[in-house]
């Protein structure tokens, strides 16, 4: 919503946590990298690096799950007992990036959780 604010020109208040990417798609040299990205979704955030860890939650049950995406894509091989280093390290990027609270990397329309049980 903030690309299609500042495309359009609209200047009044959004609501959103969402990002403009408006000049990486106008300026051919404005690249900005990124080390990992976050997700919401109806089970809990997920975290992905740029090197091609996953951290996927499901807080439901207060479980996180650790792939390596490049050797496992199709994500069958949970990691985190092998590399409990990693996953406290993105585990805390993602709660950072979930300011404090993982809930608020639920998804949720209109404000209301899908409740999955």
């Known amino acids: 919503m903030p690309t299609i604010a500042e495309i359009s020109g609209y ?11 408006y000049k990486e798609l ?3 040299n404005h690249v ?9 979704s109806f089970i809990g955030p997920t975290l992905i690096t740029q090197d091609g860890w996953k951290l996927r939650s499901y807080l439901v049950k207060d479980a996180f799950e650790l792939f390596y995406l ?3 894509y ?18 805390d990027k993602l709660l950072e990036a979930c300011n404090g609270d993982f809930n608020n990397g639920l998804y949720s329309y209109k404000k209301s959780q899908i409740k999955i049980e």
């Not at 200047?11 to 990417?21: A, P, Q, V």
């Not at 900005?32 to 919401?40: A, G, K, M, T």
């Not at 199709?74 to 585990?91: G, I, Q, T, V």
């Open 11 to 21: 200047k009044g208040n959004i609501r959103t946590d969402g990002l403009s990417f």
């Open 32 to 40: 900005v990298e990124h080390d990992f990205i976050v997700f919401s």
């Open 70 to 72: 490049p050797d496992d």
């Open 26 to 28: 106008i300026e051919k």
């Open 74 to 91: 199709r994500e069958e091989h949970d990691l985190s007992k092998n590399y409990p280093e990693k996953l406290r390290e993105l585990k």
